[in-house]
């Protein structure tokens, strides 16, 4: 069974421009949930996809969107980049349901590098 | 709200020896509590999982974890370290969120962990 797959791997881009960034997940896996990770502030929420419906958001201002599609892909998409934006962005899927828990696996995430 | 504690920024263990990570957390009831390893510039792995059930959970590479409520403690064990268990190490909580058993997960800061030879 193939793993969770981010793409692209590696990103540069400029302050003020936008980037989408987009997340396969494993297959049957319903649930996608997008991590920022920084040296000082670590591994923060952004959100969580179920079935192409937000169910969950994270601490992060309205430059930061996203959303997932009937097959469960799901793209982030950060706006007016910030030089801060500079992050490994993790996405992660689960088989968890409407109404069940479950662990999350990590793709190998996407560096992005504003400058 | 959840919160997790690593107290241990870095940690250095000779190689063959025995390995412990600290891991507190904060939540009003028993949590889903994760042990993730990351090696630079990867994604995270999932190592192991506590839900519920026996206290002691095994997980993948030989690493075991014990739940102590008590001490709301999840602390990570190997009993002998290989150079390539050098890595960064997270614990992560989940708990439910609102009515539904979906969840999102709170991690630690991480502990890297450093193995001499």
């Known amino acids: 069974k193939a793993g969770v797959t981010q793409t692209p791997r590696y990103l540069i881009k400029t302050r003020g421009q936008q980037v989408t960034l987009s997340c396969s997940p494993i297959?049957?896996?319903?649930?996608v949930s997008w991590y920022q990770q920084t040296p000082g502030q670590g591994l923060q929420f952004l959100f969580e996809?179920?079935?192409?419906?937000?169910?969950n958001k994270g601490n992060f201002p309205g430059r930061f969107s996203g959303r997932q599609f009937s097959n469960s892909r799901s793209e982030m998409n950060v706006s007016t980049l910030e030089l801060g934006d500079s992050a490994l962005y993790l996405c992660?899927?689960?088989?968890?349901?409407?109404?069940?828990?479950?662990?999350?696996?990590f793709g190998q995430g996407t560096r992005l590098t504003v400058v | 709200a959840q919160s997790v504690t690593q107290p241990d920024i870095h940690i250095t263990v000779s190689e063959g020896a025995s390995l412990e990570l600290r891991c507190n957390y904060s939540?009003?009831?028993?949590?889903?509590l994760f042990w993730y390893v990351q090696s630079p510039g990867q994604g995270l792995q999932l190592l192991l999982k506590?839900?519920?059930?026996?206290?002691l959970v095994q997980g993948i590479k030989g690493f075991e974890a014990e739940f102590k409520r008590s001490q709301s403690s999840f602390n990570l064990r190997k009993p002998s370290v290989h150079w390539s268990d050098a890595a960064e190490y997270f614990c992560?909580?989940?708990?439910?969120?609102?009515?539904?058993?979906?969840?999102?997960?709170?991690f630690g800061k991480g502990t890297m962990l450093l193995v001499s030879p």
């Open positions: 297959s049957g896996h319903r649930s």
């Open positions: 992660a899927s689960s088989p968890q349901g409407a109404d069940s828990f479950a662990e999350a696996f």
């Open positions: 506590y839900f519920s059930g026996d206290t």
């Open positions: 992560a909580v989940g708990a439910p969120a609102g009515h539904s058993g979906y969840s999102t997960l709170t």
């Open positions: 996809y179920f079935s192409e419906t937000q169910r």
């Open positions: 939540y009003g009831a028993t949590p889903y």
